[in-house]
């Protein structure tokens, strides 16, 4: 599979990397998102891009369906058939509150009261049958189901991940009722303890399962319409990627698909460069999305929650967002101050420097005010936009009520947005006991650069690895991922008292169940490779710490070593005299794929002998309360080894990078930047 193409939708714009390995040619594309139907922004990015599909070998897709679906509450009617006694269970959640101070806010549960049924059955913890499944129950309940008009049907009975036999039962019975395969059990999505967070899981994953379906249904009839001949894969939200044939089954693992695909590019793209530990930073249109990364593995965590009261508990890279992107909307609030984000332009009418109608003040328009943009090259410009015209917006929404000229408005919006994002980085780092410091900050997505180096001075943040391709990067972790299947297992038992044997038996048997999922893919990998953790506690504790194992056969000893260790690295305290516990096992099978050569990315024709040979022209940018002369250069003609020293302005086709004064650039063979940043502490 010479010819791979990868697709990434965001909220403003749909990527396309296109690579011929044989030819060793690329195309790229950026067409504006579709949100009616993301398949025909997949399908203009191929057209903008002159691919024919019917020569490519294969086509990966990361898509942020399912994630809007669930955040905009646009789901399929799906029900529910609980244990007697227990559907209230994903309504009334845990004890805690959507605001810190205050009993305000509201909570609507995935799946409404009424279609929640209850029949009779019970588990208790240990696994044994109190009561035996009603089975005339469980038919009728289906039938009242059926008749509300459900699409899809959950089977969340108590305790099921001890011993799932009832839930097992119940789906042979609705294989033969319900008319479609939209039947999720709860243990077989998610075999943990916790009823709370695997009910939700699993009406996530009933709610968007039919819209998931539909979608890539018709967006792969569409692609064999036009010559595709081979399998569709769908980026899961741990990395990975699963074939369109398969990826409904597990819907909810789709959530957070397409930041994930970013973090996956970032891993690949700072091993290749020497750089395996990394903040990750993606700043698009509408949001930034940020993650760790260490030693070149991204951090998968199995208990992210897209919003407050909704946990998803399947494993996916642990990515915060903020609602700071280039069309985050800026205002001056009620009280008197700046405010940022979370409103976004969107994709239409886009901010005011698109030309399309818009007429609020955003990053992007702040940016261009500053002189780090190039009005004459901003991507979807339609018409024009003179800046006068955006000047103007400034000084009257922000400037005249916080007492500032337009430039120094647009300069305060650059800076109360880098704080939202140095926030949310101090999240994946600081919060989880790591040192900004011993990272370095990969910035990528269309607006990611342009505010990269401001941002690592704020955090003290040592370099910033700028990739060859910022603004599609997310696409080109579509092309790089690996096929990956993730697994958890509750235990729950302190350790002195579990059955090692049948912990060993639990990895193997998933090690074994994820190998055969990766031969039924269409899609050759060099190599299979496992990981294996286990989620531990303290006894009385209620959170968990992921503990990093060599293998699937540890010894008792050794697994309360690292995880002592573990809970000393994150909390600098040392409880020996209590004891731990064994919660969950969690084993991830990764099919490895054959590498990418990124030096393609940039096509080395067109590169200069000099780095004055790439310089494009000199234009007045705003640093540090004051106009600097500052020279443009073209990021496609820079020479390999570069050497920039700023202030400088790098312009590339998806992006456009600001190296601040006292800050230096140096390219990389895979037609990276490096950039060491003066001053940073």
């Known amino acids: 599979m010479s010819v791979v193409a990868g697709v990434d939708v965001g909220g403003t714009f749909t990527d396309l990397v296109w690579l011929d390995e044989g030819t060793r040619a690329v195309r790229l594309a950026k067409a504006p998102t579709t949100p009616r139907n993301q398949a025909f922004g997949v399908l203009a990015a191929f057209e903008q891009a002159g691919v024919d599909v019917g020569g490519v070998d294969l086509i990966v897709h990361g898509t942020t369906a399912t994630t809007n679906a669930v955040l905009e509450r646009r789901l399929s009617r799906a029900g529910m ?11 009334l959640g845990r004890r805690t509150r959507p ?7 509201s909570f609507t549960p995935v799946i409404p009261r009424d279609l929640r049924l209850e029949v009779s059955e019970r588990m208790d913890a240990e696994g044994n049958v109190l009561t035996p499944l009603d089975e005339d129950a469980l038919r ?41 395969a939209y039947v999720t059990l ?84 700072g091993r290749r460069a020497g750089a395996p530990d990394l903040l990750t930073y993606d700043m698009g249109g509408t949001s930034t999305d940020v993650a760790l990364i260490r030693d070149a593995k991204p951090a998968v965590s199995n208990e992210i929650e897209v919003e407050y009261a909704m946990p998803i508990h399947v494993p996916m890279v642990d990515v915060r967002t903020v609602g700071a992107g280039g069309g985050s909307i800026a205002r001056v609030n009620a009280s008197g101050l700046l405010e940022v984000g979370p ?15 818009g007429t609020r003040p955003t990053i992007s328009d702040a940016n261009l005010l500053l002189g780090r943009l190039d009005p004459s090259r ?19 929404e922000l400037g005249a009520p916080l007492g500032l000229s337009a430039t120094e408005a647009a300069s305060a919006v650059i800076r109360v947005a880098n704080a939202r994002m140095a926030g949310a980085i101090r999240m994946v780092s600081l ?39 910022p603004g599609i990067t997310n696409a080109l972790g579509c092309v790089v991922a690996d096929l990956r299947h993730d697994f958890v297992n509750t235990v729950n038992r302190p350790l002195d008292g579990a059955d090692m044997d049948e912990v060993h038996a639990v990895f193997a048997r998933r090690i074994e ?27 009385g504790q209620t959170h968990l710490l992921r503990v990093a194992l060599d293998g699937p056969a540890p010894a008792r000893e050794d697994l309360q070593a690292r995880f002592e260790r573990a809970y000393w690295d994150r909390f600098r305290v040392s409880l020996p005299e209590i004891r731990p516990s064994l919660v969950n096992l969690s084993v991830s099978v990764i099919g490895v794929r054959r590498e990418i050569d990124l030096a393609l990315l940039i096509d080395p024709e067109g590169r200069r002998a000099t780095v004055a040979e790439a310089r494009t022209g000199l234009r007045p940018v705003w640093f540090d309360g004051g106009w600097t002369d500052t020279p443009v250069y073209r990021r496609e003609h820079l020479p390999w080894d570069a050497v920039i020293d700023g202030p400088a302005i790098v312009e590339q086709l998806d992006a456009t990078l600001v190296i601040d004064p006292g800050c230096t650039a140096r390219g990389d063979a895979d037609g990276n930047l490096m950039i060491e940043i003066g001053g940073a502490a």
Not at 81 to 91: K, L, N, S, W
Not at 517 to 539: G, H, K, N, P, Y
């Open 186 to 269: 709860g243990h077989a999505l998610l075999s943990e303890s916790r009823e709370f967070e695997r009910g939700v899981t699993a009406s996530v994953n009933a709610s968007v399962q039919p819209l998931l379906q539909r979608y890539v249904d018709r967006l792969a009839e569409e692609l064999r319409d036009r010559g595709y001949a081979h399998d569709l894969l769908v980026m899961n939200g741990n990395g990975g990627m699963v074939s369109a044939r398969m990826v409904a089954r597990e819907a909810a693992k789709t959530v957070m698909s397409g930041p994930a695909s970013g973090v996956m590019a970032a891993a690949y793209t």
């Open 99 to 105: 605001q810190a101070y205050g009993m305000t806010g």
């Open 431 to 469: 919060s989880l006991g790591e040192d900004p410091r011993d990272f370095a900050l990969f910035a990528f997505g269309g607006a990611g650069p342009l505010h990269a180096v401001a941002l690592a001075r704020e955090l003290g943040v040592p370099r910033v690895l700028v990739p060859a391709r």
């Open 513 to 539: 169940e994820g190998r055969a999922l990766i031969a039924q893919e269409s899609v050759a990998v060099e190599r299979i490779e496992t990981i294996c953790s286990a989620d531990m506690q303290f006894i």
């Open 140 to 180: 009728a309940a289906a039938a009242r189901l059926l008749e509300a008009g459900c699409e899809s049907v959950v089977v969340h009975f108590l305790h099921a991940y001890a011993n799932p036999a009832h839930e097992i039962r119940a789906g042979e019975i609705l294989s033969e009722i319900w008319p479609n």
């Open 378 to 396: 901003l991507n979807a410009v339609e018409g024009g936009v003179r800046i006068e015209d955006v000047a103007r917006v400034f000084e009257a």
């Open 81 to 91: 058939i609980a244990t007697e006694g227990f559907r209230d269970i994903i309504e």
């Open 343 to 357: 409103e976004s332009a969107g994709a239409d009418p886009g901010p005011i420097c698109y030309g399309r109608g």
